[in-house]
């Protein structure tokens, strides 16, 4: 659905995008993730056809942004950070006029209308006007507006941006609904969001890709738990050696072991998954295994990707804000 081969963006000397390559399937909900001044919005900019790119291609459903950009434009929805709202109109005639900017036929726009705000839950306040509703409702009203033609391809640029606990759960539900039926790409920093919602996450650095994977592989890519019981056959140092002689595994640390049962922190040399081979060690040396999880959040792979706790922010430039 999305194909980004090469891509590069320049601002004079700058270089905000770096020769990235990516590619999103139909259907999937991809987070697209890194540090301010990393080529988020630049990257989104130039898929949703808003500036050209300096060199490489990108294609959205078939089509280049460079040569086709009014083809891809009927196939986006784009959701900016701040959604671009009419606050004197009510939500109804609002949704309307965006329905007629995007070239729908006269005949299916009511229908249009009340199919986006029902999907985005706005329908209860279909008569208000936009100035006088919530932050959440006013987020609900521009994810109608960025649906109503029924895009391919939906981008959204911090949707719960400043939204309340109670209107990012709902806001997320919304989205997780839009799954499938639209190819999304969520750009966010609140991490535990794209572990909620994304299956995928493509991450970006000083301009460069530097990790494409599913959350699950980069959650579980290196430290784990584990937990076992050897019955008083063997001391936690004992089996601290025992896990230490597994192949590719790098460090094994002692991990508040009490009540009979063993626990250690287990990490896999370069990002190797060592779990199945120490799940056979345990078993082979006659302990029960009682547990083995995950050790490592998306934070802490995010920012040991892209070394975002240790380096400076970079300089923002014109049309780079995030």
């Known amino acids: 659905m999305i194909q ?8 004079a000397n700058y270089v905000a995008v770096d020769n990235i390559s990516f590619s999103v399937d139909k259907g999937d909900i991809v987070g697209f993730l890194g540090p301010n001044g990393a080529g988020k919005t630049t990257t989104m900019r130039v898929l949703t056809c808003f500036m050209p790119p300096t060199s490489g291609t990108a294609n959205v459903a078939g089509f280049d942004v460079f040569e086709q950009p ?3 434009k009927k196939r986006i929805g784009y959701l900016p950070e701040a959604p671009p709202l009419y606050p004197e109109m009510s939500v109804a005639d609002y949704l309307t006029f965006v329905a007629r900017l995007k070239g729908l036929p006269n005949a299916e726009i009511p229908d249009r209308v009340q199919q986006a705000m029902k999907k985005c839950s706005v329908a209860d306040v279909s008569g208000k006007l936009i100035s006088k509703l919530s932050k959440g409702y006013r987020q609900r009203v521009g994810l109608a507006q960025a649906i ?3 895009p391919d391809v939906l981008i959204l640029d911090e949707p719960t941006s400043g939204l309340d606990p109670k209107q990012i759960l709902e806001t997320r539900d919304l989205i997780r609904g839009l799954a499938g039926e639209h190819t999304i790409i969520l750009s966010t920093h609140i ?3 794209v572990e909620a919602i994304c299956k995928k996450v493509i991450i970006i650095s000083k301009g460069r890709l530097v990790k494409t994977d599913s959350v699950e592989n ?15 056959a063997a001391d936690a140092t004992m089996v601290r050696q025992k896990l230490e002689q597994v192949a590719n595994v790098s460090k094994v640390l002692d991990h508040q072991s009490s009540g009979g ?4 922190d287990v990490e896999g040399l370069n990002g190797s998954d060592v779990r199945p081979e120490i799940a056979r060690a345990v ?3 006659g302990w029960n295994l009682l547990e083995m999880k995950s050790s490592t959040t998306l934070e802490e792979v995010f920012l040991e990707l892209t070394g ?3 380096a400076a922010p970079e300089p923002v430039t014109v049309g780079e804000q995030a």
């Open 4 to 11: 980004v081969t090469g891509l590069s963006k320049k601002y």
């Open 70 to 72: 009014f083809e891809v």
């Open 148 to 150: 109503i033609h029924n």
């Open 191 to 193: 991490l535990p969001e």
């Open 218 to 232: 980069l959650k579980n890519r290196s430290a784990f738990t584990i937990e076992l019981s050897t019955g008083g």
């Open 261 to 264: 049962r063993l626990a250690f």
């Open 283 to 285: 078993v082979h040396a």
């Open 308 to 310: 975002a706790n240790q």
